[in-house]
């Protein structure tokens, strides 16, 4: 009895240590998943449910706060940064949610307020009325998306699209909003969004070398455009899930984080309908809200980094042009009902099954349309 349960605890210490790829500062703590109440058989099924999937690059699951599985798919791996396309705007809108709760500004003041010298002469009674508020929820009144022009976005272009709707009514998405949202953090602030987060949010979260370029007009992008980590995605969603406090620390207030993932306005006849059941869920503060009661950031090509708070599970993800519901689908079909609320024996062979799958990862081009 005692020879197998020296057997058992030496290969667990096996198998971290070679699944736990250290990055960075401060990496999350590791553990298996039958530890954390979840079979690796059922880690097992995600992983093939998600090699299907053409283009995955990445996945990390953390149940109660510890990383239980993680992957990439070669060429990609655990250091290499990888661009989050629109997983940038919610970290937009907690540098946002920061600048609120130091007293920099607030979520009712008018856009046209932080831009006199960008606005149109004879400002219509929509852009008037339109907030900081408006833009997070990506209601800011615009029929069609502003799009930049040679390729730079540009607040005065935001500034002078027609306004048709009343805002706050007419949910569109719109990174052009986003990108308005970064350069009011840094008319508040002095520095761009990267610089503000730098030492609030990156340093105590141990994200290293964030790479997030700036417009012409000195505004990081806001929308897009941010390189990161698997991990430092995950850590993102790892606060979130902790209601904003990190080792002991209120990084973000609760309240912030209740409101910025709480539905805002609906979501269900915008062009993104169509990608699949978990776009029309409703929208927040630059995360959307998902079925099962979770809540993500979400970039195209298959950015992702899904919260399920009923769970205490984080997962994120990467991808080069991937199904994107799909890649839902799988945390719903696999994951989800595998979940216990106590520890489960480990499963070594399982557990073997794993490591040696993980290893033979390699990224499949997205098919394209002949």
């Given at each position: 009895?005692?020879?197998?349960?020296?057997?058992?605890?030496?290969?667990?210490?096996?198998?971290?240590?070679?699944?736990?790829?250290?990055?960075?500062?401060?990496?999350?703590?590791?553990?298996?998943?039958?530890?954390?109440?979840?079979?690796?058989?059922?880690?097992?099924?995600?992983?093939?449910?998600?090699?299907?999937?053409?283009?995955?690059?990445?996945?990390m699951v953390v149940r109660h706060g510890q990383v239980i599985a993680e992957g990439w798919w070669k060429p990609e791996a655990a250091d290499k940064p990888h661009v989050l396309n629109s997983v940038s705007k919610s970290f937009n809108s907690t540098a946002v949610g920061m600048a609120v709760t130091e007293g920099k500004l607030s979520l009712d003041d008018h856009v046209l307020k932080f831009f006199p010298a960008d606005a149109p002469a004879d400002p219509s009674d929509n852009l008037k009325s339109m907030t900081v508020r408006d833009l997070l929820t990506m209601s800011g009144g615009h029929d069609t998306e502003p799009k930049p022009v040679d390729g730079s976005p540009s607040v005065k272009q935001f500034l002078n699209s027609p306004v048709v709707h009343q805002p706050g009514t007419h949910f569109l998405y719109n990174g052009m909003g986003s990108y308005t949202l970064s350069a009011i953090v840094t008319k508040v602030t002095g520095q761009t969004v990267g610089e503000y987060l730098k030492p609030r949010l990156f340093?105590?979260?141990?994200?290293?070398?964030?790479?997030?370029?700036?417009?012409?007009?000195?505004?990081?992008?806001?929308?897009?455009?941010?390189?990161?980590?698997?991990?430092?995605?995950?850590?993102?969603?790892?606060?979130?899930?902790?209601?904003?406090?990190?080792?002991?620390?209120?990084?973000?207030?609760?309240?912030?984080?209740?409101?910025?993932?709480?539905?805002?306005?609906?979501?269900?006849?915008?062009?993104?309908?169509?990608?699949?059941?978990?776009?029309?869920?409703?929208?927040?503060?630059?995360?959307?809200?998902?079925?099962?009661?979770?809540?993500?950031?979400?970039?195209?090509?298959?950015?992702?980094?899904?919260?399920l708070p009923d769970q205490d599970v984080v997962v994120a993800m990467t991808a080069g042009g991937a199904n994107m519901q799909a890649e839902l689908d799988a945390i719903w079909e696999k994951l989800l009902p595998a979940f216990q609320d106590k520890a489960l024996p480990e499963d070594a062979a399982a557990q073997g099954k794993f490591k040696q799958v993980v290893a033979k990862l390699e990224v499949r081009s997205a098919k394209k349309d002949k």
């Open positions: 009895m005692v020879i197998r349960s020296l057997g058992s605890a030496l290969f667990i210490a096996i198998f971290l240590a070679t699944t736990h790829r250290v990055n960075g500062a401060n990496p999350l703590p590791r553990g298996t998943p039958e530890a954390q109440g979840i079979s690796t058989n059922a880690i097992n099924d995600y992983v093939e449910a998600l090699d299907k999937i053409d283009a995955i690059h990445s996945f340093e105590p979260l141990g994200i290293e070398n964030a790479d997030w370029p700036s417009s012409p007009e000195g505004f990081s992008l806001g929308a897009h455009g941010l390189y990161l980590r698997t991990e430092d995605i995950a850590k993102l969603g790892q606060l979130y899930l902790q209601k904003g406090r990190w080792n002991g620390k209120q990084l973000i207030p609760e309240t912030w984080v209740q409101d910025a993932t709480s539905k805002h306005v609906e979501n269900d006849k915008e062009p993104h309908a169509n990608i699949g059941i978990d776009w029309h869920q409703g929208y927040g503060y630059q995360f959307w809200r998902c079925t099962h009661n979770a809540f993500r950031g979400d970039g195209a090509g298959g950015q992702f980094v899904v919260v």
